[in-house]
Nanobody
Framework: QVQLVESGGGLVQAGGSLRLSCAASGGSLSTYAMGWFRQPPGKEREFVAT????????YYADSVKDRFTISRDNVKNTVYLQMNSLKPEDTAAYYCAAERYGAGGREEGKYGSWGQGTQVTVSS
């Protein structure tokens, strides 16, 4: 399984932007569907966004649609989550996940590899 490392988290004011990165090693992300999930304080982990491996089809949670964008750079073996117009309710630990030859999606059980997470804190 591919190994994943997230970065780019931090503290930002409401309305600001951050770009999270998920770098892979031990395999080519070009053959993986990728997902971003988040776990707010005291809550369960939830789906954020996904991109399929072949066509690059994207899908977003309603709460982040039109504000977040998932993308991939197969040359750099990295997946990104561009987060704009951040809100305090976006505060969470953000995780990337990979599914080999998958369509992606919102189900955590589909993903075989997970990163360790990066913290995003949005102040009001």
């Amino acid at each position: 399984q591919v190994q994943l490392v997230e970065s780019g988290g931090g503290l930002v004011q409401a309305g600001g932007s951050l770009r999270l990165s998920c770098a892979a090693s031990g395999g080519s992300l070009s053959t993986y569907a990728m997902g971003w999930f988040r776990q707010p304080p005291g809550k369960e982990r939830e789906f954020v966004a996904t991109i399929s491996w072949r066509l690059g089809t994207t899908y977003y949670a309603d709460s982040v649609k039109d504000r977040f964008t998932i993308s991939r750079d197969n040359v750099k073996n990295t997946v990104y989550l561009q987060m704009n117009s951040l809100k305090p309710e976006d505060t969470a630990a953000y995780y990337c996940a990979a599914e080999r030859y998958g369509a992606g999606g919102r189900e955590e059980g589909k993903y075989g590899s997970w990163g360790q997470g990066t913290q995003v804190t949005v102040s009001s």
